[in-house]
C-alpha cells in the first residue's frame, strides 16, 4: 500500500515538473531576476538590481546570471568554475535557500521572480562573492589528511599500501563527497552566532578521518574539536543536511564523533556504513 | 581541575537524566494525595521531615542546579567570543550554582528539622 502511495506521489511529482517544464519550453518564459549588490570598498549599503532573463527549460541560475553579466551588467560579481556541481564555488542564497547555482535549474523554482543573494555566515567580498577565509581555516584546523605513525614516507622504498576493504570505505565513503561548497556553514545558526564554531564541513571532515582505519590520529583530532567552542556548541538543527548539494549528512557525522567523545557510541562506523548504503540505494 | 567540554557535557546528559527521573518520582508523590492538600503547610513540613523525601529534594536540587547552570553557561559563551567573557561566565555560573544549592540545602535542613 505505502509502495503503491509512494508511486503514485512520484508519478505526480513527476507529471507536475513535466507540465512545469513545457510551459517554459519554446515559450520564450522571461523571469525576473534580483541579484544582490554590495560593494564594500564603496560603499557599505546594499540593493537589488533587477534584470528579465529570457529562460528555456534547461537554464540554470547561473546560466541566468551569465546571461546578464554578458547582456547586461558585467560588473556582476560571481565565482564560479565547472558549471557541473563538482567545484563547489557557485554557492549562493536563492529565493532564501543556500543551493548551487549551477545545480539549480529555473523550472524547479516557483515564482517568476528569482532572488539570489551571498550566502549567509561569510563576508561579501563583493555582490555574490564571500570570502571563504574562515571557513577554510576551520578545514584546515581539522587536519584533512590521513596520520599514520607506521607509514615512513621520507624513505620511498619502504612505502606500503593502505589496505581497505570495501567495508572499511563505507564507514567514512559519504563524507569524502564534500566539495567544500560552504552551503552547510552558510546554513549552520550556531555559526552564525559563535564565530569560533568549526562549522558542520569542518566536523564532518573531522569525522571522516576519524572514521578512516588507514587514520591513527584520532585521540589528537577529538582533542582539537573538544573545547568550548567546538563539537558541543552544535544544537542539531539539521538545515546543514538539507542544503547538502552532494547528499553528505553532516549533522550524522557531527553526533557520530560527540559519541566517540563521551564514549556513548561505539556502533558510529556501523551506523555510517548503513547510512552511506542507504543513500547509495536513493 | 579544569575538565574537558566533553566531560562536562557528559555530566551535562546524566544530570538531565536523573533529573528527569527524580521530579517524576516527586511529582508522582504529589498525586498520593488530592494535589491542592499536597501543597498545605503541615505536609510539605512532613515531607521535608522524612529523611528519604528530604534526600530526594536534595537531589532534585543539587541535579538540577547542575544542569540549569551548565545549560545556561553554553548559552551565554555563544553571545561573545573572547577568554575574558568565558572566564566571566563560567565564574559567575559556578559561584551562583553553588551559592543556590547551599541556599536550597538549608532550607531543606531547616524544615527537616535538624538546623
Not at chain 1, 620511498?156 to 572499511?168: A, C, G, M, S
Not at chain 2, 566531560?7 to 504529589?30: C, D, E, P, S, W
Not at chain 2, 547542575?66 to 545549560?71: A, E, R, S
Request: proline share 4%.
Amino acid at each position: 500500500m505505502t509502495a503503491l502511495l509512494s508511486i503514485k506521489t512520484r508519478r505526480m511529482k513527476l507529471e507536475r515538473d513535466e507540465k512545469k517544464e513545457s510551459t517554459l519550453e519554446g515559450s520564450g518564459k522571461v523571469v525576473h531576476l534580483r541579484v544582490y549588490r554590495k560593494n564594500p570598498k564603496q560603499d557599505k549599503s546594499s540593493h537589488f538590481d533587477k534584470f528579465e532573463v529570457p529562460v528555456q527549460r534547461w537554464t540554470t541560475v547561473l546560466d541566468a546570471l551569465l546571461h546578464v553579466k554578458g547582456y547586461l551588467d558585467k560588473s556582476i560579481a560571481i565565482r564560479y568554475s565547472c558549471r557541473m556541481a563538482s567545484c563547489g564555488s557557485c554557492g549562493m542564497k536563492i529565493n532564501g535557500i543556500p543551493r548551487l547555482a549551477c545545480y539549480t535549474k529555473i523550472s524547479e523554482i516557483d515564482g517568476n521572480i528569482i532572488t539570489c543573494e551571498p550566502l549567509p555566515n561569510f563576508p561579501v567580498i563583493r555582490d555574490l562573492v564571500g570570502d571563504f577565509s574562515d571557513f577554510f581555516d576551520h578545514h584546515g584546523a581539522m587536519e584533512p589528511y590521513i596520520h599514520n605513525q607506521n607509514v615512513d614516507i621520507v624513505d620511498k622504498n619502504r612505502l606500503t599500501e593502505f589496505i581497505q576493504t570495501p567495508e572499511n570505505v563505507e564507514n567514512y565513503l559519504q563524507f569524502s563527497y564534500c566539495i567544500k561548497c560552504g552551503l552547510c556553514y552558510s546554513a549552520c545558526p550556531s555559526v552564525g552566532s559563535d564565530t569560533r564554531f568549526p562549522g558542520p564541513q569542518a566536523l564532518a571532515q573531522a569525522y571522516r578521518y576519524v572514521a578512516d582505519n588507514r587514520d591513527d590520529a584520532t585521540q589528537s583530532r577529538l582533542n582539537i574539536v573538544d573545547n568550548k567552542h567546538g563539537i558541543w556548541r552544535c544544537h542539531f538543527a539539521g538545515s546543514c543536511s538539507v542544503v547538502c548539494p552532494k547528499g553528505v549528512d553532516p549533522a550524522l557525522g557531527i553526533q557520530l564523533l560527540r559519541g566517540h567523545l563521551v564514549n556513548f557510541s561505539k556502533n558510529d562506523k556501523k551506523l555510517a556504513e548503513s547510512r552511506t548504503r542507504d543513500l547509495g540505494k536513493t | 581541575m579544569i575538565l574537558k567540554e566533553s566531560q562536562i557535557m557528559k555530566i551535562h546528559y546524566i544530570t538531565g537524566i536523573a533529573a528527569l527521573f527524580v521530579v517524576a518520582v516527586h511529582i508522582i508523590m504529589r498525586l498520593v494525595m488530592p494535589f491542592s492538600m499536597s501543597l498545605e503547610y503541615e505536609n510539605v513540613i512532613a515531607n521535608y521531615q522524612n529523611i528519604a523525601y528530604a534526600v530526594l529534594l536534595e537531589s532534585i536540587l543539587v541535579l538540577i542546579a547542575i544542569h540549569g547552570f551548565n545549560g545556561l553557561r553554553i548559552i551565554l559563551i555563544e553571545f561573545r567570543q573572547n577568554i575574558a567573557w568565558e572566564n566571566g561566565v563560567t565564574v559567575f555560573t559556578l559561584v551562583a550554582m553553588i551559592a543556590l544549592i547551599a541556599y536550597g540545602t538549608r532550607t531543606i535542613i531547616v524544615a527537616n528539622g535538624l538546623g
